[in-house]
Structures are given as structure tokens and as C-alpha cells.
């Protein structure tokens, strides 16, 4: 459905203007959808992010700034989303023995296992969305999008 369709617009768009929405519209669509599979673990997307971060670390130690670095979103307050994972004893966090400063995140068993339990869900929630094109239109509109942001 086209954007115009989907957001009820009665005036023509300028091209700038739907694709600004379009882009809008379609991470909202993925993001309840992905929203979904999370509820159940009462995580949010940022904290999915987080562990996910974590996970790729292989049992190494993450200092805040790091995790920031490769949050999706960057605006997100990585010391709220920390503690929100402790308290559900995802994580823990020591402060470094050799910089006092510093402080060490670490992803629990159970945040690995939910992590687990969930990757299949998220394989599925994306394939979901990408099996409309092939793969060579999925490398095309990657690449279209990389361009438009950059």
C-alpha cells in the first residue's frame, strides 16, 4: 500500500516527504511487530540491544561507553538500561578492579538463555519482512538506505 494510502493523506506528497515518511511508517510496522516477540520477557528493544551487545562480547567484560557506542539508537541512557537488566539479573556489573573508574557489564546465563530463546523469533520476524523481495533487491534497497542515511 502506498504511503499516501496508509497515512490517509488527501494532498499530494513531494518525493523528499514520502520517503521521509515511508521510512517513518515502515520502522514503526517492524518495530511493534518486534515489540511483540519481546513482551513475553518484559525486555524492551533497547535492552534486547544491550544484551545482544553483551553477548558479542564472549564472556569479556563491556564498559558503558562501549555499549553506547553500539547502541542502535544513541540517544538511549545506557545506565537505565543496565540497571533495568540487573534487576532482572541479566547482567552484572563490577566496578573494574584496575581503574576504579570504570565500570564492567557482563551478561548473566540467564540473559544468554533468554537470548537464545529468542534469536530463533527475531530470525523469523525478519525474514518476515524481507521475503517480499530477492536477494537481489534486498542488497539494492541496503545499499539505497546506507546512501540516503550517509
Do not use: W
Not at 29 to 40: A, G, H, Q, R
Not at 107 to 135: A, C
Amino acid at each position: 500500500m502506498k504511503i499516501e494510502d496508509e497515512i490517509k493523506s488527501t494532498v499530494p506528497l513531494d518525493i523528499s516527504k514520502k520517503i521521509i515518511l515511508n521510512v517513518l511508517y515502515t520502522q514503526n510496522v517492524i518495530t511493534e511487530n518486534f515489540n511483540e516477540i519481546l513482551k513475553p520477557y518484559e525486555i524492551s528493544g533497547e535492552q534486547y540491544n544491550v544484551l545482544r551487545i553483551l553477548r558479542g562480547q564472549k564472556g569479556n567484560p563491556a564498559n558503558m561507553c562501549m555499549i553506547q557506542e553500539r547502541m542502535l539508537a544513541k540517544t538511549s541512557n545506557t545506565t537505565r538500561l543496565v540497571d533495568k537488566l540487573l534487576l532482572k539479573n541479566l547482567v552484572t556489573r563490577n566496578v573494574c578492579p584496575d581503574n576504579r573508574r570504570k565500570i564492567e557489564v557482563l551478561i548473566t546465563q540467564k540473559g544468554l538463555d533468554i537470548l537464545t530463546e529468542i534469536d530463533p523469533k527475531v530470525v523469523k520476524h525478519e525474514s518476515f519482512f524481507s521475503n517480499k523481495l530477492n536477494s537481489e533487491e534486498l542488497e539494492q534497497l541496503n545499499i539505497l538506505l546506507e546512501k540516503y542515511r550517509n
